[in-house]
């Protein structure tokens, strides 16, 4: 049974910093890209803010780069997001995906988790 539970979600002021993880698991972590996905109040969800595989290549959408650093541990089947100089518009919930291919289209994610909420408010 495949499975992605997200942790680590809460409230921080802004400016802080939270680490979100991804256990997975029913799946072989290192044969597929995993993504990181947020979906606003009210918005619809958005396209991939980072990506990785297994061979170390990673992606990062505009309005995270330089703030967001996605990694992963293929030993533990934990993908993880580290999340500094949070904004409010940062809030939201975040979900990660697993797909069998390097793409940003939420579409072509099999596999997703439930979701961890991030509130980014003073």
């Known amino acids: 049974q495949v499975q992605l539970v997200e942790s680590g979600g809460g409230l921080v002021q802004p400016g802080g910093s939270l680490r979100l993880s991804c256990a997975v698991s029913?799946?072989?972590?290192?044969?597929?890209?995993m993504g990181w996905f947020r979906q606003a109040p009210g918005k619809e969800r958005e396209g991939a803010l980072c990506?990785?595989?297994?061979?170390?290549?990673?992606y990062y959408e505009d309005s995270v780069k330089g703030r967001f650093t996605i990694s992963r541990d293929n030993a533990k089947n934990t993908v993880y997001l580290q999340m500094n100089s949070l904004k409010r518009e940062d809030t939201a919930v975040y979900y990660c995906?697993?797909?069998?291919?390097?793409?940003?289209?939420?579409?072509?994610?099999?596999?997703w988790g439930q979701g961890t909420q991030v509130t980014v408010s003073s």
């Open positions: 995906a697993a797909s069998p291919w390097w793409t940003t289209d939420g579409k072509n994610y099999d596999y």
């Open positions: 029913g799946f072989t972590l290192d044969a597929y890209a």
């Open positions: 990506i990785s595989n297994s061979n170390g290549d990673t």
